[in-house]
């Protein structure tokens, strides 16, 4: 997903998990058997997708401001 | 099939079984070995084993009920900035201050060391800590959150380097029960969450709780002075090298100087908690800190000549450290209830309230 820029660890990866599976934000949807090992799939969930979009947006107004600032540098020199 | 190196069950045994439980150990196992099997490797790596094993003990502690609720910790943290800025404004006062042309002649002799030292008009090496205190109640009443937890972290720092740097400059600093409950207090301050800040009319109902512990410590202190000769208690600020150090005959003791307040105040602290027991669960564990932060006044408020006191400071903390664990496994649960009520109902209202289907991200609003 990250194209190997973010690499989680597994004890990372389920504090994550599990604080946003506690807050509501993603779901497990069943398990799954792949090449011999146990997968457990999650998905977002109604209120997660609001928290991601709401995320998103402000991700996004800080990038607009922060290029405009680097616009006005730029032509100020 | 081969067989798994030790490390994995080493690993796995880092959590509790019931969170193994339902083919999640096996879930887990089957992330460290992809993990592995990425890395070209037959085993976890040393990082991910420090990892796991954080979170498998994280995730014991979180079940044995050993976490504080954001709650709790900014009420900590509000009880420990009102009563240690009390404590600080109290110390400058009565402690340390010197006062010109008033503490000359009322001393006797053998407290001259202690008034030839003196850094300025102070006593002791631990005023800057007072100082950080004063500000950080500052902070805390104007909502600076960051200083906040900053400024309590080097008060803490001040207290805890206080015996060291009376020490190297030879000057005296207080009796070490005194800066033990100091530096429990400080931490006790900076564990407050930042991200809370509480409303104003809380803050100023914070700054009157200062005044109040504060006059009702100086009250103590006119009240301790009754049995002390008038020579030495012409004025409670002449008498300003007995509050940390009482003179006894030809001895100095630190056992009279605080003990005798300090044991009032946590039996005060021990009938509150009974009387919040009843009435306020969430609050048992910030009675509980306030039991333990008082009681570290007794740690060092004894002599050679008696040694039973030492154990009975040894005993009151075990008691209150007992105490807070019990306390805060009630707490937790009790909060954790009610935050998980508070929770659903937020939910179920955001999900009354939901745009339809591809919103602006093309996010459905259902799975």
Do not use: K
């Amino acid at each position: 997903m990250s194209s190997d820029r973010v690499t989680m660890r597994a004890g990372t990866l389920y504090t994550a998990l599990d604080r946003l599976v506690a807050e509501g934000l993603v779901t497990d949807v069943g398990t799954e058997i792949v090449d011999g090992r146990l997968r457990r799939n999650y998905d977002l969930t109604a209120m997660g997708a609001e928290v991601l979009e709401a995320e998103i947006r402000r991700m996004r107004l800080n990038a607009t401001q922060a290029a405009s600032r680097l616009r006005a540098r730029a032509s100020e020199s | 099939m081969t067989e798994l190196p030790r490390t994995y069950p080493v690993l796995l045994g880092c959590y509790p079984r019931r969170w193994r439980a339902n083919g999640r150990g096996d879930e887990l196992l089957a992330v460290l070995l992809d993990a592995a099997d990425a890395a070209g490797r037959s085993r976890p790596s040393a990082l991910d084993c420090l990892d796991v094993s954080v979170h498998g003990v994280a995730e014991r502690l979180r079940l044995m009920g050993i976490v504080v609720p954001d709650g709790v910790r900014l009420r900590i943290g509000q009880v420990s900035v009102v009563l240690g800025s009390a404590l600080a404004i109290f110390l400058v006062l009565c402690g340390e201050l010197r006062v010109p042309g008033l503490s000359d002649g009322t001393s006797p002799n053998h407290l001259d060391a202690f008034l030839h030292r003196d850094l300025g008009p102070f006593l002791t090496v631990e005023v800057p800590a007072y100082a950080t205190w004063l500000l950080l109640l500052t902070a805390y009443l104007v909502g600076a959150r960051r200083a906040r937890r900053e400024l309590a972290l080097i008060a803490v720092g001040l207290t805890l380097f206080a015996p060291m740097l009376a020490v190297l400059t030879h000057h005296q600093r207080p009796p070490g029960g005194l800066l033990a409950s100091l530096a429990v207090l400080g931490v006790g301050a900076a564990v407050m969450p930042a991200a809370m800040v509480p409303t104003t009319p809380r803050r100023w109902v914070t700054a009157g709780g200062v005044l109040a512990v504060t006059a009702t410590l100086i009250g103590w202190r006119l009240w301790s002075l009754r049995d002390i000769p008038p020579a030495y208690s012409r004025s409670w600020l002449t008498s300003r090298p007995m509050f940390y150090w009482n003179p006894n005959g030809d001895h100095l003791q630190i056992n009279r100087a605080l003990a005798g307040p300090a044991t009032w105040l946590v039996i005060a602290a021990g009938v509150l908690a009974l009387v919040v027991w009843v009435r306020r669960p969430a609050w048992l564990p910030v009675v509980a800190f306030v039991f333990v932060a008082v009681s570290c006044l007794r740690l060092g408020t004894t002599t050679f000549s008696a040694p039973h006191a030492q154990r009975d400071a040894v005993a009151w903390t075990c008691a209150a450290f007992g105490l807070i664990v019990l306390n805060y496994v009630v707490a937790t649960r009790y909060l954790g209830a009610r935050s998980h009520r508070r929770w659903v109902g937020q939910r179920d209202l955001i999900g009354a309230h939901l745009r339809t289907p591809g919103g602006e991200f093309g996010v459905s609003a259902g799975r």
